[in-house]
């Protein structure tokens, strides 16, 4: 059940970014790549963990 419930959540980021890159072109880029962080988690617990990951990495890029 959790689990349709991601893949249902994912999907809809996806979606939702798809119709955002018609818009603010950025937002549209945000949702897809959560909606496919979500998507490729084990768990909803992880999601957060892997953003928080990321975005770590990231900030380590800028400097």
Do not use: T
């Not at 119709?19 to 979500?38: D, E, K, N, S, Y």
């Not at 963990?49 to 990231?58: C, D, F, G, H, S």
Request: glycine share 14%.
């Amino acid at each position: 059940m959790l689990k349709a419930m991601q893949y249902g959540l994912g999907i809809g980021l996806i979606l939702l970014g798809i119709a955002g890159l018609f818009l603010p072109f950025l937002q549209g880029v945000l949702m897809i790549v959560l909606g496919v962080i979500v998507l490729r988690a084990d768990r909803m617990g992880d999601v957060w963990i892997i953003i928080r990951q990321k975005a770590a990495r990231l900030k380590g890029r800028k400097r």
